[in-house]
T-cell receptor, first 118, second 115 residues
Framework: GAVVSQHPSRVICKSGTSVKIECRSLDFQATTMFWYRQFPKQSLMLMATSNEGSKATYEQGVEKDKFLINHASLTLSTLTVTSAHPEDSSFYIC???FGVGDLYNEQFFGPGTRLTVL | GESVGLHLPTLSVQEGDNSIINCAYSNSASDYFIWYKQESGKGPQFIIDIRSNMDKRQGQRVTVLLNKTVKHLSLQIAATQPGDSAVYFCAENIDPNTGGFKTIFGAGTRLFVKA
């Protein structure tokens, strides 16, 4: 299957700093990418949907000024957690999909990035 | 709001037995459902999917059943192995009427396989 990578896999930062997480589709062009957040022993919560070349669509309750998403190319999307605080510590997972309007297009998930804010 | 949820948060089975993981969904308009497996510290891994025009779909050692009448999904794993130990999520694709679909995950069930 298609491969999605994330970088870094782990990051530890001080409170108040910003952290950038990259999501790359390695062998396919991803028209749509998704960002999820997962707290320990909980499910994946969708944060935002990102279409290449356009602004991301954020889920209700997700601050767009705090979680900046850029989908500049068909193989790269970035999530920047600005002014991170300990409550932002979580497992961030991206996924990528080939198409936009096809209900049945499979998503391919990245391995996740563990963010710890001290 | 509408969501996908699970009946059992934890399931413990003996190696070699069959496992059944259940999921209830509330969005009657959902057309497509997926089961994912997530191992500790990793991203979700696709297991099997089913469209709403089907009742059953089989893969290798896995079967998904869909009962639209009661809005219920199940994942059956035959001859469960230690490598099947993980958290299993059901998910549904929904259309927010914005031209693209998004996937909403259920709460998850942790499967323990006893050797």
């Amino acid at each position: 299957g298609a491969v999605v990578s994330q970088h870094p896999s782990r990051v530890i930062c001080k409170s108040g700093t910003s952290v950038k997480i990259e999501c790359r589709s390695l062998d396919f062009q991803a028209t749509t990418m998704f960002w999820y957040r997962q707290f320990p022993k909980q499910s994946l919560m969708l944060m935002a949907t990102s279409n290449e070349g356009s602004k991301a669509t954020y889920e209700q309750g997700v601050e767009k000024d705090k979680f900046l998403i850029n989908h500049a190319s068909l193989t790269l999307s970035t999530l920047t957690v600005t002014s991170a605080h300990p409550e932002d510590s979580s497992f961030y997972i991206c996924s990528a999909r080939f198409g936009v309007g096809d209900l049945y297009n499979e998503q391919f998930f990245g391995p996740g990035t563990r963010l710890t804010v001290l | 709001g509408e969501s996908v949820g699970l009946h059992l948060p934890t399931l413990s089975v003996q190696e070699g037995d069959n496992s059944i993981i259940n999921c209830a969904y509330s969005n009657s308009a959902s057309d497509y459902f997926i089961w994912y497996k997530q191992e500790s510290g990793k991203g979700p891994q696709f297991i099997i999917d089913i469209r709403s025009n089907m009742d059953k779909r089989q893969g290798q050692r896995v079967t998904v059943l869909l009962n639209k009448t009661v809005k219920h999904l199940s994942l059956q794993i035959a001859a469960t192995q230690p490598g099947d130990s993980a958290v299993y999520f059901c998910a549904e694709n929904i259309d927010p009427n914005t031209g693209g679909f998004k996937t909403i995950f259920g709460a998850g069930t942790r499967l323990f396989v006893k050797a």
